[in-house]
């Protein structure tokens, strides 16, 4: 019997015109879609009059259901990934499942797509010949020696951080007295209010502090 496939689908992060056809292709015809929320996916698929099955897959239950998955498409059934938006296994639930694939010698593939990451970083203004993609950065335990090795470093460093834990980034990083440091925060990337603010550090903490952050961040810091 020939062994199913896992195809890792991206989906927009904002604008759902940035959905491709060939994403909404693999989605019509897929055995079952996995996502991370089926009430996200769902309005997606909705949106495109997709009706094909649906699983949630998350970062609470990843672990146990991977097993089961992957017996499902030794099968030979092919399986759609999504996550609520973006590429599912950046800074996401995913990779777990894709790495037991690869090692059950399940095909894998992944289509070219939406990720917030890449298009805040060129539109920076900073260098991105060579960067470090950090994702979210720990929230207690090892943020703070997380945080001195990313200013220690060279490169332009891409992180997520959600609104209500800017100011606290941009606050420890002054205190690491790097407040000079090239920066742009960037949120609600291919959405109506798309806004990149940019200027040293502590210009840009100034700023929040006048007028608190709402939205998602991608988060672009100069190297040292």
Known sequence: MNKGELCVVPTPIGNLKDMTERALEVLASADLILAEDTRT???????????????????????????????????????????????PAISDPGFL?????????????????????????????????????????????????????????????????????????LEEIVKYECGDRRIALCRELSKLHEEVVRGSVDEVLVRFVEKAPRGEFVVVLEGK
Do not use: M
């Open 41 to 87: 996916t769902g309005k997606l698929l909705r949106h495109y009059d997709i009706d094909r099955p649906i699983r949630s897959f998350h970062l609470h239950n990843e672990h146990r259901a991977v097993d089961a998955i992957v017996e499902q498409l030794n099968s030979g059934l092919t399986y759609a990934l999504c996550s609520d938006a973006g590429t």
């Open 97 to 169: 499942l894709v790495r037991a694939c690869v090692e059950a010698g399940i095909n894998v593939s992944c289509l070219p797509g939406a990720t917030a990451f890449v298009p805040a970083l060129v539109v920076s203004g900073l260098p991105c010949d060579r960067f470090v993609f950090e994702g979210f950065l720990p929230h207690k335990k090892g943020r703070q020696k997380r945080l001195q090795a990313i200013l220690e470093g060279t490169l332009t460093t891409v992180l997520y951080e959600s609104p209500h834990r800017v100011i606290k980034l």
